[in-house]
């Protein structure tokens, strides 16, 4: 089979965090790329759930924006 590389940049603490859990799991970082990489492929979807924190939705930080709308208004009021 014909290799190829992949160059990719991720935060370094990341990295030795990341390498160490290989270490740990009797693998090289390689191989758990590539077995990510593989399991992708197969099951055509990322093989874990991927989500957001509704904290950031937009409808949440409209409503943070609008109270502390009110709050810097009404804080002048009091004044």
Do not use: H, W
Request: hydrophobic residues 35%; charged residues 30%; proline residues 3%.
């Amino acid at each position: 089979m014909e290799q190829s590389t992949i160059s990719i940049r991720i935060d370094s603490q990341l990295k030795r965090e990341f390498e160490e859990f290989c270490k740990n799991v009797g693998m090289n970082m390689t191989t758990a790329i590539s077995i990510f990489a593989k399991a992708v492929v197969k099951e055509q979807r990322i093989p874990f759930e991927i989500s957001t924190d509704p904290f950031y939705s937009e409808k949440n930080m409209a409503r943070l924006r609008k109270s502390m709308q009110e709050m810097e208004e009404n804080g002048a009021e009091t004044r």
